[in-house]
């Protein structure tokens, strides 16, 4: 037997947060990521910790601001149309240039939608949501596991790139079980207070001042320069893709997250059948990894973007691709979820039996 | 190689739990496991249901739109999968609470009378595990002794006592479906 666990994704992703040195939650319930809020009520006091249940999103991304002001790990967790809520407050905190982790159990939309698995939040993770010129980094895991390893990830972004990470999930995810194993546990105690938290000014000879509002617009160009300089940092060295069976491929499937697993078996059954079809699976959605996409420009016949959504993934891999090759696509909304022999028939429909 | 079996009752039957069960008892051998609960907008007294896959591959979909395999408790349920389960597919049914048979001629059907086989064990509570035993003298996941290993992680404190009896309700399900 190994150190794994059986646990529930939503509970896994709390575990994993606060392995990674989270210490501070606040939140507001909703379907499907209830767990993570509970579990985080009663393991954040065990370790230190603390909890709070705000009366609405926009109160617990506010808090989230503030504790991310005092230099903590600190994050909060929803559901699309309360991650909808919550779009000026992450605005306030990118234009703060303080941390925070945000993960979103993306559902069926838009409005109030249902609670089924979906991917139709991508433009408001990836492209903005909130007001002004920020990014964030946006990360997908494809299984809980993977969940759980990128949050130790996604705190150390966070903290070293002074940025909102969004982690987005799904209620697949966030409520199922699998396997599960903690392998990096942050030592809280280890963790400086940076130079620029908002917490007394201890001898310093000047106070820090964390504002997003800046009145002169040739401080704000500054400031805004500043912003950019670092968001163009990271999409230089952040970017991340798995490349699965690429090595011979003539197709692939460009896929993420819940879809990009199901897809791995649309893979592996274009292979027995002798079609070389392979996947690339964006790990970071944002910086989108669009170099190690155009490395296969020359390569390939063409892709198949396949996602829970319409067109928005698609988006991304048309920037990257142009007209490069030809460019197809497939995507279920709503919650549906293909199953792999859907995704091969969608595929076989736009790009023949692929020999 | 991929089991996958949908588990589908009352809510308060122990459907989740012998779900949970295969599931850990799959994890506990190396394999695969996947845990899918019925999440939708659920309703006390209403049916509850949870899809498990055991692979030796990593695994694509948790979720199940053609099974392999059912384990139904009620008649909701088994109007619900009856149809939806794959060809040649496996149904074990509780036929004290079912009073329906299937209409399907392809798949392969077990009528087992787990609650009265649970009432002789001493308690309906055990229902649960007899059908589960049924399910597993049919086909093989896991091994059975990975499914003890898996109670003694579940039942534990006062509920370690109750090891032995749903031991014992397993082994009637699986004498049942070897003796048919």
Redesign the interface.
Known sequence: MSDKVLMKGAEALAEGAIQAGCRYYFGYPITPQNETPEYMSRRLPEVGGRFVQAESEVASINMVYGAACAGVRVMTSSSSPGISLMQEGISYISGSNVPCVIMNAMRGGPGLGNIAPAQADYFQAVKGGGNGDYRRIVLAPSSIQEGVDLLVDAFELADKYRMVVMIIVDGLIAQMMEPVEFKTRIDVSTLKTPEWATVGRHGRDHANVITSLTLDAAGLEQWNLKLQAKYAQVERTESRIEEYQMDDADYAIIAYGTMARIAKTTVRIARAKGVKLGLLRPITVWPFPAKQIQAYVGKLKGTLTVELAYRQLFEDVRLALCDKMPLGWYGRGGGVVPGPQEILGAFEEQFGKGR | MEYNVVIAGFGGQGVMLIG?LL??AG??E?K??????S???EQRGGTANCAVVVAD???????L?EPQAAIVFNRQSFDKFEPVLAKGGLLVLDSTLIDRKSSRVDLDLVYIPATDIAMELGNSKFTNMVLLGAYLGKVNPISMASLHGALSVFLTGKKAALIEVNKRALQAGVDFVNKE
Do not use: F, N
Request: hydrophobic residues 35%; aromatic residues 8%.
């Open positions: 949970e599931a850990h994890m506990d190396g695969e496991v996947t845990w899918l609960p999440y939708g907008p591959e990593p695994i694509a979909s948790p979720i739109t």
